[in-house]
């Protein structure tokens, strides 16, 4: 009986291991994987360098063309602009630590809700938070036959989980999804097409499914480290 015991013990102790040597050999190649991403977009020397980030994008909203006009600044500055017929019709910032809108020209407090996500925010550059074990665990999904992507389970420390799906051969990102999106964030995000500003890759064609049909985002302008200041946080 002691011996069978014995035996039954080893083998809990032996399928533990290689449970957990499969798991690091997982999150190793997810790893890897984000590595490539990076370094498809410009490298980590250049994502490191980048503290702030301001993009001009094209859509349509009711039938109407409006320009988004997003501003990032790290670790965990962000506003978001609608710009019609060379007027700001709407505001939302953050920061660092609470959120505002304004409605009918009128500063107010956002819903805490609309900014939960960037309260931990460290990165300007997504890739570089992935890859931080503090913010993200990752593991790579091993379910796709025909290998054109590879797709990447990342959980983050909050309880938040992205799908992310890299092309297997360019390793640039062609879509996320969010199991538990934050409110009025969209859940699902494709990556169209990609084009160089100075020497960083960035989409430059986006699609947001929705329940109406899918907004389209065209990216016109963006700059990096330049035309940006603390006062478009105030």
């Not at 063309?65 to 506003?79: H, L, R």
């Not at 999904?141 to 051969?169: C, M, Q, R, W």
């Not at 999804?177 to 020497?199: C, H, L, M, R």
Request: one cysteine or more; glycine letters at 6%; proline letters at 3%.
């Amino acid at each position: 009986m002691k011996l069978t015991t014995t035996i039954f013990t080893i083998c809990l102790i032996a399928g533990g291991n290689n449970l957990l040597f499969s798991q690091n050999i997982n999150e190793d190649k997810a790893k890897e994987i984000i590595e490539k991403a990076i370094q498809a977009t410009g490298g980590k020397e250049l994502l490191n360098s980048i503290k702030t980030l301001y993009s001009i994008s094209e859509t349509t909203m009711d039938g109407r063309k409006v320009n988004w006009i997003t501003k990032e600044m790290a670790p965990n500055k962000g506003s978001f602009e609608i710009e019609y017929q060379g007027r700001i019709v709407y505001r939302s910032w953050f920061d660092g630590k609470i959120g505002y809108e304004t409605v009918n020209g009128e500063k107010k407090l956002a819903d805490p809700e609309e900014f939960k996500e960037k309260l931990n925010r460290k990165y300007i550059m997504n890739e570089l938070a992935y890859l931080d074990p503090s913010l993200y665990k990752l593991e790579l999904v091993e379910n796709n036959p025909d290998k054109t992507y590879n797709e990447i389970k990342a959980t983050s420390t909050d309880g938040k989980v992205l799908h992310l799906f890299y092309d297997a051969k360019s390793y640039l990102l062609k879509k996320e999804t969010k199991e538990n999106p934050d409110k009025n964030a969209f859940s699902t995000v494709i990556y169209n097409e990609y084009k160089k500003f100075g020497a960083l890759t960035y989409c430059s064609k986006t699609t947001f499914p929705t329940e109406d049909g899918e907004q389209i985002i065209t990216l016109t302008d963006l700059y990096y480290n330049k035309k940006i200041s603390e006062k478009d946080f105030k």
